[in-house]
């Protein structure tokens, strides 16, 4: 078989302290006047203290906009709103300083500022008419990958349903990764969005958009993650945990923007539209069922990653080294106090599971990076799987 495939990137800066190098990117940009978007926790937690002294350096003018969120996904709403704000200060560049939600919300306000429809006019693939205004990505997280994607996801105030925005034009200009911005991230968001990364890397190597170029990226992703996440939950002032799930939430980033995920994250945006947990625990309980019903395609890949996780596969039939995968990856939940099950949030109400699948089903852009071929039936069974494990 002769695949075709392509790579996007943003540029890329990576490094402790990485976040003073902002004035001077910015200026290489052009920037006269910046907008940084944040959340209020992370101005609270003096994340963007060290970007701001940077700008002002830089001689850039700066407005901070933080945004409040009224659940745990961003809605499309409030990039409407930062757009907004960005049109009235005339800023020629939009900073985020902040964990997914941020920096989806700073690339689509930057994305609005140029192209003139709401943001909930361009939900879909390649819906954006041109390149908005400059930006640069700072994560205060190891999670989203958000950074490097071409990917935003919104909380659709209409629907109540998730969706996205996705296009080329959405990726950054530059990505800062300063592992020193993670340091205050809470124990809980540190499991949740640490695991969020993992899968990243996970599912886009099992996924039919998977290739030469990610594969690697993937696997060095999970090896990083699967060794460094449980030091940084039990001591996020651990340096070392915190600067290597940085890495490797980063790198899990690169296969995620190329390759894509599939099963896991179609299956999980319905459950999270219904009870608005955040996306980490959104995903944890559906990842055995989800897994356990692809391995059948990918048994060797799952071979692959168990041993990316730290399980010894040498001399098991391909069968069973695919299972370690599965009992690695439920171990280190349970280490990290995920949810494994929908039971383990409280939800146990099945009534939800027909519309649940029904949506699912109907996200292509998703299942039909699927490695397996799956119906509205096969979904259903998927979820009723995911009440107990």
Not at 9 to 16: A, P, R, Y
Not at 66 to 81: G, K
Not at 274 to 284: A, P, R
């Amino acid at each position: 078989m002769y695949q075709s495939f392509s790579f996007f990137t943003s540029n890329i800066i990576f490094g402790m302290g990485a976040a003073k190098e902002v004035g001077a990117q910015a200026t290489k940009l052009g920037a006269k006047k910046a907008l940084v978007v944040t959340g209020p926790n992370v101005k609270k937690a003096g994340n963007i203290d060290s970007v701001l002294e940077s700008l002002k350096v830089a001689g850039i003018e700066t407005e901070v906009w933080s945004m409040s969120l009224q659940s745990t996904e961003p809605t499309i709403s409030l990039a409407d709103e930062a757009s907004v704000v960005a049109k009235q200060i005339k800023a020629d560049i939009v900073i985020a300083v902040g964990g997914g939600s941020v920096m989806d919300v700073a690339k689509v306000a930057a994305a609005l500022v140029v192209n003139p429809k709401k943001g909930r006019d361009y939900f879909g693939v390649e819906m954006l008419e041109a390149r908005g205004i400059p930006t640069i990505m700072i994560p205060t997280t190891s999670g989203t990958g958000s950074e490097v994607t071409r990917h935003a996801m919104f909380l659709d105030d209409e629907s109540n349903n998730k969706k996205g925005v996705v296009s080329a034009y959405l990726m950054a200009n530059i990505s800062i990764i300063d592992p020193m911005l993670t340091i205050t991230c809470p124990s809980d968001i540190t499991a949740s969005a640490g695991f969020d990364a993992l899968l990243h890397a996970a599912e886009t190597f099992v996924s039919k958009g998977a290739n030469p170029l990610t594969d690697p990226l993937a696997l060095q992703a999970i090896s990083i993650i699967a060794k460094w996440i449980g030091p940084a939950y039990a001591d996020g002032s651990n340096l070392d945990a915190r600067y290597y799930m940085a890495m490797g939430s980063n790198i899990a980033g690169l296969p995620l923007n190329n390759s894509g995920t599939s099963l896991i994250h179609c299956l999980a945006y319905p459950v999270g539209s219904e009870y608005h947990f955040n996306h980490g625990k959104s995903l944890t309980p559906i990842v055995l069922a989800c897994f356990d019903a692809i391995m059948v395609a990918k048994q060797d890949r799952f071979v692959q990653m168990a041993a990316a996780l730290g399980e010894d596969v040498k001399g098991l039939a391909p069968r069973d080294g695919a299972q370690r995968c599965l009992d690695a990856l439920k171990e280190l939940m349970i280490r990290l106090d995920l949810p494994i099950c929908l039971n383990d949030l409280g939800i146990n109400d099945q009534s939800k599971v027909d519309q649940w699948a029904i949506d699912a089903h109907a996200n292509r852009r998703l299942l039909s990076n699927c490695a397996r071929d799956l119906s509205v039936d096969d979904i259903k069974k998927i979820y009723l799987a995911s009440f107990s494990r």
